[in-house]
């Protein structure tokens, strides 16, 4: 299927070398559609929902800014650090900016471990987007699932 | 040789309605599929179908009766045929850029996907096989191009709502789309005793 | 005639023809000839080649807009009023502008091409702003993340900037980066010697800049660096003086504080909280330390949020808003009229924002730089 020019100029964006240097793909060599629609059905089988793991995610960076780059323990269940540097990243459906963050979320009683950003969450949240398979920004459903279980 | 005695009217709504271009001769099918996920950019591929449809209809109209004919080169018209659409596809967008940039961003990205949209080919073909008029070809590329226009905002509306919908999760996404073309094929369908195109 | 070869002749110049037209097309749509770009009500007068975006054709020009995107509408930094009628706002511009700004005909300058003559409004300071050839001069690691980077300015030799401005370092296209890449980094030198250039630079893990700058950087290399921009200055006031700092927001507190030292300007009290998680991404402590040695009005007070065991560490614990409000409430004279300068991450600077105005500094005496 050809992809729609929106898709075209995102994945684009996403390639190694694009708005970040790794790309937002990893190993996986699907086409975008194909990534966000196995995304959208597994999230599904799952019962979980885009927003609402962005809505979760967006708590957890927020209250774990207040310790700046130190660990802030969550509801006595996780532990976040979020680290910030200089600038915004675009998203790469240009639509909209976001702080060049890097957020550390674990679970502290099965040691589970995320790796995202504030960009990641939009992509989740607005694009349905989990990031290809081997980015180290990947949002596996599973580790969500078992992550806020 | 000789022209089908329809009134280039007549033929304008049978191109629209009753041989859609889309849901009859089921031409376009990829940027219909692709595309028709989302409605503003459905209206944008739409609109810039009908202009390029209307456009390359009345160049090669003449480029069939006044080079082709003549010369007896019809074996060619595909090759030539497809340069021509392609030509008329960079001018209009260097144009378009130049005396509307507002409309350029809406329309832009999508004028290069119809370069290799098979129904603008189809439309070219048709007028040429028909041996229809100047007028009937003019009329018939912008019929079938509002025809396009018609189709892929309908399936846009329809998607809209079917995303909303518990589908079998086997369906979601190209299989609920092509049997909904198809549902919205056989309705079409129900159109076709009323006019005749050639 | 054969066949073959009318067939031949007919398609070959049918596509010769077509190309033709699609050229003279091109020859007559695509030029706009000679522009003339009235910048500032006729302070400046450019006279340039029509065809290409506004921020690009002022950059030719020695007008470097400030833009982190470079061009590609996603940051909405680069930012200009336009005095004369270039068409309505298109769809990539809205998301960026407010409607006062809509009212105002302030455009991107990256989305809007120079097609006619066009009369335009930017600020003054954007003259001064020079791309300058500059050479690596000495990289020294600070902490296991953080480099020093030192330029000598070769061409112009020389870069007037104030203490607490940026400028913006280009990283040239290297591996699979296949664009220049534009990034802000605030001076960590200062204004006394000109000719020289110092940032703090530290490495963002995946960063396309940061990485090309601690990886593949060596001293003698050339690069660009455009600048000076920026409103981050000292002010001049009789008020005690509460600098904030984390991670990479060193660089404008050490230019501020050393061109004081420098120009001999003195404020009843300065105070300097520099926080940082634990001892390992602490560093130019020895430097303050010999400052506040010098210099009786000045106390440097590093804070660690999450001091390892390893660290040994005696000094202030606690995040660098507890440890300020700690002093503010226990060192620092209550009446006495306070200003703060604060650089560091976003949420560092809202919670001290907050910190200092429940402290009773009033908001226009808290500057910042906030990393955006």
């Known amino acids: 299927m050809k992809m729609s020019p929106e898709d075209k100029r995102a994945s684009e964006a996403m390639a190694p070398g694009g708005i970040s240097r790794e790309g937002f793909f990893g190993t996986d060599n699907r086409p975008l559609p194909d990534i966000v629609q196995a995304d959208e059905e597994e999230m599904r089988r799952r019962g979980l929902d885009f927003e609402d793991v962005a809505e979760m995610l967006r708590r957890l960076i927020k209250e774990g800014g207040r310790g700046f780059e130190s660990p802030v323990t969550v509801d006595g269940k996780w532990s976040v650090t979020v680290e910030e540097a200089r600038g915004l990243v675009p998203c790469p459906y240009r639509d909209g900016c976001y702080p060049k963050s890097r957020v550390v979320i674990v679970r502290l009683d099965n040691g589970l471990r995320l790796l995202t950003t504030d960009l990641a969450v939009h992509l989740c949240a607005v694009h349905h987007f989990l990031q290809g398979r081997g980015s180290p920004f990947r949002m596996e459903p599973e580790l969500l699932s078992q992550l806020f279980a | ?198 | 005639m054969p066949l073959v070869i009318v067939a031949t002749l007919v398609v070959s110049s049918m596509s010769a023809v077509l190309a033709l037209v699609i050229v003279l097309v091109d020859l007559v749509v695509n030029n706009y000839g000679e522009v003339k770009i009235d910048v500032n009500d006729g302070a400046k007068t450019l006279t340039v080649k029509g065809g290409s975006s506004l921020l690009s054709t002022l950059g030719g020009e020695g007008i470097f807009i400030p833009s982190s995107c470079g061009g590609r509408a996603t940051c909405g930094v680069c930012k200009v009023r336009v005095a004369s009628d270039v068409g309505p706002h298109l769809p990539t511009e809205l998301p960026f502008m407010s409607g006062a700004e809509i009212k105002d005909n302030i455009r991107l300058s990256c989305q809007i091409k120079v097609k006619a003559d066009i009369k335009i409004v930017i600020p003054e300071e954007l003259f001064a702003i020079q791309r300058h050839r500059a050479r690596v001069a000495e990289i020294v690691d600070l902490t296991y993340d953080t480099k020093l980077i030192r330029f000598s300015l070769l061409e112009p030799a020389e870069m007037k900037f104030t203490s607490g401005q940026f400028a913006q370092i280009v990283v040239p296209p290297y591996e699979r980066v296949r664009e220049e890449t534009v990034r802000a980094y605030s001076f960590a030198s200062t204004p006394a010697r000109p000719n020289e250039v110092e940032f703090i630079v530290r490495l963002v893990p995946g960063g396309t800049a940061t990485t090309y700058l601690h990886k593949h950087l060596a001293v003698g290399q050339e690069l660009a660096v455009v600048g000076p921009m920026g409103e981050f200055r000292l002010h001049d006031n009789e008020a005690a003086m509460i600098c904030i700092a984390g991670g990479s927001g060193m660089a404008p507190i050490k230019s501020i504080l050393f061109d004081m030292r420098e120009r001999g300007i003195g404020k009843p009290a300065v105070w300097y909280f520099f926080g940082a998680v634990s001892k390992r991404d602490l560093y130019l402590v020895d430097l303050f330390r010999e400052l506040e040695a010098s210099w009786p009005s000045f106390h440097f007070v590093p804070a660690l949020s999450a001091p390892l065991p390893d660290d040994h560490w005696d000094g202030e614990t606690g995040l660098v808003t507890t440890v300020t409000k700690k002093y503010m409430d226990e060192k620092m004279d209550k009446s006495a009229p306070k200003e703060a300068y604060l650089c560091g991450s976003p949420g560092m600077i809202d919670a001290s924002v907050a910190l200092l105005k429940s402290e009773g500094i009033p908001e226009d005496k808290i500057y910042y730089d906030k990393f955006s």
Not at chain 2, 13 to 24: E, K, M, P, Q, R
Not at chain 2, 115 to 138: D, K, M, W
């Open chain 2, 1 to 198: 040789m000789n022209a089908p005695a329809l009134s280039p009217i007549v033929l304008l709504f049978a191109a629209v309605f009753t041989s859609n271009i889309l849901l009859s001769n089921f031409l376009g099918m990829c940027s219909f599929i692709s595309i028709s996920g989302n409605i503003k950019s459905s209206n944008g591929l739409g609109i810039a179908v009908i202009l390029v449809m209307t456009i390359s209809s009345a160049i090669n109209w003449f480029i069939d009766r006044f080079i082709m004919l003549p010369l007896g080169l019809g074996f060619l018209s595909f090759i030539v045929f497809i340069m021509v659409i392609a030509a008329t596809v960079q001018i209009l967008e260097m144009v378009i850029e130049r005396i509307s940039p507002a409309l350029y961003m809406a329309l832009g990205i999508f004028l290069p996907l119809i370069t290799v949209n098979c129904a603008i080919l189809g439309v070219v073909l048709f007028i040429q096989i028909r041996h229809y008029t100047f007028l009937q070809a003019l009329l018939f590329g912008f019929g079938s191009g509002v025809g396009w226009w018609l189709a892929i905002l309908a399936l846009a509306a329809i998607r809209a709502k079917v995303d909303k919908s518990p589908v079998p999760s086997g369906l979601k996404g190209p299989g609920i789309t092509l049997i909904t073309i198809g549902l919205m094929a056989m309705a079409f369908l129900g159109f076709s005793g009323m006019l005749a195109v050639q």
